[in-house]
């Protein structure tokens, strides 16, 4: 028998057709081996065909296009900076951010010198809580006098966030939201693209997201005066004189006409991506039903919710006991979960004072020995050392659901066949 190959939470994946390969040779041929240029351009009008569709809910409604606009960027991150800085935030300003998240939703705050208010989440979405929003908005007024710059809810894993409820509360105190569907690309909530409800929407195309330019993001923006705005801040911020004139700080955060040829070309798969994200969790959820203790993270039944399911996350309960449980985080980590690329900081200590279970970080030792990739969800920003002392308002949901948390592979490599190798894997894993 061949070895099995590593399955990996999410893999780049081209087009079989190499249409990312022509696009970007057509770069090449053009010269255009520069941050701007045709395929950047016709990269933005995909994108705005994309997001600006909008899928009826009921049959008798003609439901009208949006008319979005989007400004391709150089990262995700750069687009929640972007969208931050065009919300006006500014040093000292608070902005509410979700807590259970990628470290990118809130960071680009912090660039701003403004800090992060952190929002925990509800149990359905794992997103936003609205309730909670609500109450950090009234209390942030009352403690300091002055209205927070900007709501920042988080697809988190592709999940839709309650946004019909966020937009309401930020409306009704007038606070722009910039939502982060830098998970989220495709879905959608009541027929519409994430990213369409706020002033602005992140999209991510780095290298494990529902499509790739390698590394790249987008921001989609209400009007055209808002796209021309993020592009003059994305290229140096220049005024109109035949010698470099500034009279605002930019930023050099535009998208290469070589990262835009792969984009375009992975247009042409992002609804085959997004289908079979779904299909791989409906497998999930048909598979780990009567696995007891282990529960795949489902969508709400709101017909409205049309998650992309980008990584299938599942739940351990507590006393479920996993091979090797005894031996959970006895060995310091030489390397960070994620094979993340760039240097990671060696720690001497093996545990924080805020964990996944032992049993889920067993379950993912475990798996790691079938060649398997699960990992931990994302640790709740106001868990991190880094932002010690920042404002939070919770109930507690996210941390419990670190603790008990997986994510599971789901990119376009998964195969039925490894779901299944997969879900046996865990029924291996559980001892009692
Ligand atoms: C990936 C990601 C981003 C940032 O995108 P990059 O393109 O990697 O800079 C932002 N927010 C969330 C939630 C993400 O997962």
């Not at 800090?115 to 950090?136: I, Q, R, Y």
């Not at 449980?325 to 006895?330: G, L, M, V």
Request: proline share 5%; glycine share 8%; aromatic share 8%.
């Amino acid at each position: 028998m061949s070895e099995r190959k590593t399955i990996y939470l999410c893999l780049a994946h081209m087009s079989e057709e190499g249409w990312e390969q022509k696009y970007v040779k057509e770069a090449f041929d053009t010269n255009w081996v520069v941050p701007m240029g045709p395929n950047v351009n016709a990269f933005e009008k995909d994108l705005e065909e994309f997001v600006n569709d909008v899928r009826c809910q009921k049959e008798d409604v003609r439901c009208e296009p949006l008319d979005r606009k989007v400004v391709c960027l150089s990262a995700g991150t750069a687009a929640v900076h972007l969208a931050l800085i065009a919300c006006g935030v500014k040093a000292g300003d608070e902005v509410l951010v979700q807590s259970y998240t990628f470290c990118a939703s809130s960071h680009p705050i912090t660039y701003l010198g403004a800090k992060p208010v952190f929002v925990g989440s509800e149990g359905e979405t794992w997103n936003m809580d609205p309730v909670l929003l609500e109450e950090a908005i009234k209390d942030r007024i009352a403690k300091t006098g002055k209205k927070p710059a900007a709501i920042v809810p988080v697809a988190l894993y592709g999940m839709p966030y309650k946004i019909d409820e966020i937009m309401e509360i930020a409306d009704r105190y007038g606070i722009p939201v910039v939502e982060d569907a830098a998970e989220g690309m495709g879905s959608r909530f009541d027929g519409k693209v994430l990213g369409t409800f706020g002033k602005y929407g992140v999209l991510s195309f780095n290298g494990n997201k529902m499509i790739t330019t390698s590394g790249g993001g987008a921001l989609i923006c209400r009007s055209a005066e808002d796209a021309n705005e993020i592009m003059w801040y994305a290229t140096q911020a220049r005024d109109a004189y035949p010698y470099y004139q500034h009279t605002a700080i930019g930023y050099n955060y535009r998208m290469s006409n070589v990262c835009a040829g792969i984009g375009r070309g992975q247009m042409k798969v992002v609804n085959d991506h997004i289908a079979h994200h779904k299909h791989v969790q409906a497998l999930y959820e048909e598979l780990l039903k009567d696995v007891k203790g282990v529960h795949i993270h489902k969508q709400p039944a709101d017909p409205r919710y049309d998650a992309n399911f980008w990584l299938c996350a599942a739940t351990l309960d507590p006393e479920v006991r996993i091979q090797g449980q005894e031996n959970a985080y006895k060995e310091v980590i030489k390397t960070a979960v994620g094979g993340a690329a760039g240097v990671i900081h060696q720690v001497d200590s093996a545990t924080t004072d805020c964990q996944p279970n032992e049993n889920v970080e067993a379950l993912r030792v475990f798996m790691l020995g079938k060649k398997i990739e699960a990992r931990p969800t994302w640790k709740p920003m106001h868990k991190q050392p880094v932002y010690a002392g920042a404002p939070v308002y919770t109930n507690g949901i996210e941390e419990k659901l670190f603790k008990v948390g997986s994510c599971l592979p789901a990119g376009p490599y998964v195969t039925d066949e490894d779901v299944r190798y997969i879900v046996e894997s865990i029924k291996e894993a559980i001892v009692g």
